[in-house]
């Protein structure tokens, strides 16, 4: 299987973002699986990259044209993609991937995230999606969700699209799980 990885270019300030990343691309490798990224050698998607490829993974990035120096491509990587645009980066990785984890990152990480998760709702896709929620990151985005419910915007079910753990290890068991026994509580809004 292959896991999506959607995360930032920069590598923010606390080592612990740094820390769950590399452990998040070891124990994708450890498991036998691949990663799908954005295919940058820069902030937390290099280091995601590096650490699957130095446990032993698969690591396919696909990139733009335009981002190809902003970005610094991967040089070290078992397949760079390059594509036309930002659209192509996306749809690409979507079809590669077979699990989708949102790592901490900036409005690119989000933007990918919002939408995949609008393909699942949509049923475009039947794949697990979560975050890997790092020191709390991504409380304020969950709760953003949570208030969506409340004020009638998202329904209770398509709400628990978005799975999120702390723990690296935790999310990716209970999203590879979700593949295997080929349960997606998603589809069953």
């Known amino acids: 299987m292959r896991v999506c990885v959607f995360c930032g270019s920069r590598e923010g300030d606390r080592p612990l973002y740094r820390d769950t990343a590399a452990e998040l691309g070891t ?23 590096d650490a699957t490829l130095a446990a032993g993974g698969e690591v396919i990035g696909v990139i733009p044209r335009h981002l190809l120096d902003r970005e610094v491509a991967h040089g070290g990587l078992s397949t760079l993609h390059v594509v036309g645009s930002m659209h192509e980066r996306k749809a690409l990785m979507a079809e590669l991937a077979d699990v989708f984890i949102a790592a901490p990152g900036g409005f690119g990480t989000l933007d ?46 398509h709400r628990q699209l978005m799975p999120s753990e702390h723990d690296a290890r935790r999310l990716l068991d209970r999203l590879l799980s979700a593949v295997v026994s080929g349960e997606n509580s998603l589809h069953e809004a």
Not at 28 to 48: D, F, K, Q, S, T
Not at 116 to 141: E, M, S, V
Request: charged residues 10%; proline residues 3%; glycine residues 16%.
């Open 27 to 49: 124990l994708i490798a450890r498991a036998g699986h691949g990663v799908v990224y954005g295919g940058g050698n820069i902030g937390l998607m290099g280091i995601i990259a």
């Open 112 to 157: 990918e995230l919002c939408e995949i998760l609008t393909w699942a709702q949509l049923g475009l896709h039947r794949k697990p999606c979560g975050l890997l929620n790092t020191a709390g990151y991504f409380d304020p985005l969950l709760a953003m969700f949570d208030h969506a419910v409340q004020e009638g915007f998202l329904s209770a079910a």
